[in-house]
């Protein structure tokens, strides 16, 4: 069975208003997880690094006011689309480092959003 | 950069059929190469990997190997099933967690 979920799979929100996506690990806990954003055929980007405990770790180009991200525990994490416009629909998916070596990963089924 | 670039798809075969999916890397390093899949409306799942040049990935009859002169790391399947159909990812790992993919290969398997 899925060991990392995501809610929602699907939201459409309107130009300007906020979404949260949620990141659960359902089989162990996770100090670190991660969020990537996927638009269509093209390869998934890392967006960030959800550390728990403490602030996340942004890549370059991806703005951490606009994508907020909250790890609130060892089994959730939270992405947060501020003021959302209608570039930021896409795909948008999780994950968690698999064992000891943080290369291999879980990944969540990941979230469609669309912003009207 | 490190970067993976993968044969554009979708790639469509008969049942039966043989699959080769190519797979080329630029990195520094020694990095550890992957084949992640996504069945229709499900997460990615690691399919294979392997760790260091002349190591062969392999599981449900796919089988990639590493190959560090040609820098590359091709899936193959010797005969595909309907339930192949999928994405296909080509990944690498250089160190600590950051995971570079591949743009996806669309994989249709005809009946």
């Known amino acids: 069975g899925a060991v990392v979920s995501q809610h929602p799979s699907r939201v459409i929100c309107k130009s300007g208003t906020s979404v949260k996506i949620e990141c659960r690990s359902l089989?162990?806990?996770?100090?670190?997880m991660f969020w990537y954003r996927q638009f269509p055929k093209q390869s998934l980007m890392l967006m960030a690094t959800?550390?728990?405990?403490?602030?996340?770790?942004?890549e370059q180009g991806v703005e951490k006011d606009k994508f907020l991200i909250n790890h609130a525990s060892l089994t959730l994490s939270t992405l947060t689309v501020t003021s959302a416009h209608p570039e930021d629909s896409s795909f948008y998916i999780c994950?968690?480092?698999?064992?000891?070596?943080?290369?291999?990963?879980?990944f969540g089924p990941g979230t469609r959003l669309t912003v009207l | 950069g490190d970067s993976v670039t993968q044969m554009e798809g979708p790639v469509t075969l008969s049942e039966e059929a043989f699959l080769t999916i190519n797979c080329t890397y630029t990195?520094?390093?020694?990095?550890?190469l992957f084949w992640y899949v996504q069945y229709p409306g499900e997460g990615l799942q690691l399919l294979l990997k392997?760790?260091?040049?002349?190591d062969k990935g392999s599981n449900k009859g796919f089988e990639a190997t590493y190959r560090k002169e040609t820098t590359s790391f091709h899936l193959e399947k010797g005969s595909v099933q309907v339930s192949d159909s999928a994405v296909y990812f080509c990944?690498?790992?250089?160190?600590?967690?950051?995971?570079?993919f591949g743009a996806g290969t669309r994989l249709f398997v005809k009946a």
């Open positions: 994950s968690v480092p698999r064992g000891s070596s943080y290369n291999e990963q879980f």
């Open positions: 089989d162990f806990q996770a100090t670190t």
């Open positions: 959800s550390n728990e405990g403490s602030k996340a770790t942004y």
């Open positions: 990195a520094t390093g020694y990095p550890s």
């Open positions: 392997a760790t260091k040049a002349d």
């Open positions: 990944a690498l790992s250089g160190g600590g967690f950051k995971t570079i």
